[in-house]
């Protein structure tokens, strides 16, 4: 699917070479992984179980502590902003996870087709083969063929041992 190397796949978003900054080094399957397991996890009741307790716990904590203990007052600005910053992490994350996913949808999809298109040339070829053989078998004679020839002519042979040993009228 590749057509030219420099590009790579056709259907992957080309990298950018150039950069202000060094690249760093890491292992972006590793991050992938890695990736994918939050962005699981963002997806289960127990995130959803998990937030539910942490804000409840913020909330109550900001509303029935000490005056001196609390540490966001009521517009709760700081819970607000704790939570778009989870949320600007969590999106791409999924996002990420939604690329990797469908990268691995592609490939198993062009396995398949490939799968198949071996399969219906090994089923043509089979059929080929049959055709062949059932033409090849037309020509040979088969074994209920010859038993049924046998049967008549040892029926001839009765008949004619009948009529040969009948009396003479």
Do not use: K
């Not at 972006?28 to 992984?33: D, I």
């Not at 398949?112 to 080929?128: C, F, G, S, V």
């Amino acid at each position: 699917m590749s057509a030219n190397p420099r590009y790579g796949r056709l259907d992957q978003p080309l990298e950018s070479r150039r950069t202000l900054l060094p690249r760093a080094h890491y292992d972006p399957e590793a991050f992938g992984q890695v990736s994918e397991r939050i962005a699981r996890f963002l997806g289960t009741a127990r995130f959803l179980v998990y937030m539910t307790v942490f804000v409840t716990v913020w909330f109550l904590w900001n509303i029935l502590a000490p005056a001196d203990l609390r540490f966001d007052p009521y517009p709760f600005i700081f819970l607000t902003l704790m939570l778009s910053l989870q949320a600007s992490y969590a999106a791409p994350l999924i996002l990420l996870a939604q690329n990797r996913q469908g990268d691995r949808d592609r490939v198993q999809y062009e396995q398949d087709r490939a799968r198949n298109e071996r399969t219906i040339a090994d089923t043509e070829y089979l059929t080929r083969e049959i055709a062949g053989l059932r033409l090849a078998i037309s020509e040979v004679a088969t074994r209920d063929f010859l038993r049924s020839e046998l049967q008549q002519m040892l029926r001839e042979l009765e008949c004619q041992q009948r009529d040969g040993d009948a009396p003479a009228g």
